[in-house]
């Protein structure tokens, strides 16, 4: 670790740690994507325990999409984790942890 190692544009890895590059993220938010894949019916046929985890600072996935998802998936839980952006594992990692191995464990 601490060492800095090659990575393409949209990745940044240094020191152990890694990040995407918000103009990638911009890219897609103003329809970068050739086409747009509606979800919401699939989401709705999760026949299994889902968990969303969502960074309380994610500047990606908004508190309100997080809620609609929820709600859209038979048996979803939320789990918000304060401190994380989008990139929970690498914000938060003990956090994740935990809230992960709670939805598990039930």
Known sequence: MGQSVSAPQDLQIA???W?????LRDMMRQGGRRETIDLWEPLRRIAVPALLVR??????????VA???IDALPDGRLVEI?????TVPSDQPE?????V????EG
């Open 15 to 17: 020191a152990g740690e």
């Open 19 to 23: 990040k995407y590059d918000k103009a």
């Open 55 to 64: 960074g309380a600072d994610s500047d990606v996935l908004s508190a309100e």
């Open 67 to 69: 809620k609609r998802m």
């Open 82 to 86: 304060p401190g994380a952006g989008h």
């Open 95 to 99: 956090a994740f942890a935990r809230a």
């Open 101 to 104: 191995r709670g939805f598990l």
